[in-house]
């Protein structure tokens, strides 16, 4: 079944922001906890927003509004020079659009986090529409924001396929009835193992790009 519209992840698929926003959160916890969080607890609390981490696991209550204000300032003054788009994937985003195929991107972010990675990458002309955080009721692994983004884009479900780095990403795709694409091609990602295994799992960007010039060859 021929590709008509590609949903993308982004933190660790599109763009490598995870480093950053590993590193903000550490800071916070320490700051206003005095307590050093691992990469692996972090990973574990993703899934909500930047604001419902922060919120859930912070110790001290009474600094939330505070250490969430904080976490911002820390993503967006370090953005420009810790996160940068490659090559490759820039390739890929242009091809995909000049094939006229729809993206989109289904992200835990909150709208504030997404919109300072998206203004900083220049990536806001490439996509349809973007679905964050703040935008559901029920995070991924939830499929809501599968289903969401394909009614707004009328694709039917059989010709989209989610790529994403995370386990929830996975389980979203399946629950939704899309095809799923596991990618670890980025130097920073969420699962190294996939608990349900995607219709193919990629660690390099070209892999998935040579599919779609084949789906693409093939309906000419």
Do not use: C
């Amino acid at each position: 079944m021929t590709i008509k519209a590609v949903l993308f992840d982004f933190d660790g698929t599109l763009a490598d922001t995870l480093p950053l926003s590993f590193y903000a959160f550490k800071f916070i916890f320490k700051k206003y906890d005095n307590r050093d969080v691992s990469t692996e607890e972090l990973i574990s609390m993703f899934g909500p927003t930047e604001d419902d981490i922060i919120s859930n696991n912070l110790l001290k209550k009474e600094y939330v509004a505070e250490a969430i204000s904080e976490y911002y300032q820390i993503y967006q003054k370090d953005h420009a020079s810790q996160v940068h788009m490659t090559d490759e994937m820039l390739k890929l985003l242009m091809y995909i659009k000049s094939n006229n195929i729809k993206m989109g991107v289904i992200t835990g972010k909150s709208r504030e986090a997404f919109q300072i990675s998206s203004d900083s990458l220049n990536l806001s002309h490439y996509f349809d529409i973007v679905i964050t955080g703040d935008d559901v009721q029920k995070p991924k692994p939830n499929p809501e924001g599968i289903f969401t983004v394909l009614e707004f884009l009328g694709v039917p479900k059989d010709e989209a396929v989610i790529i994403g780095d995370s386990n929830a990403d996975i389980k979203a795709g399946k629950a939704a009835g899309v095809r799923t694409f596991g990618v670890q091609w980025l130097s920073t990602y969420q699962s190294t193992h996939f608990e349900i295994e995607p219709d193919f799992v990629f660690t390099k960007i070209d892999q998935f790009l040579k599919i779609l010039e084949s789906e693409l060859n093939f309906k000419k």
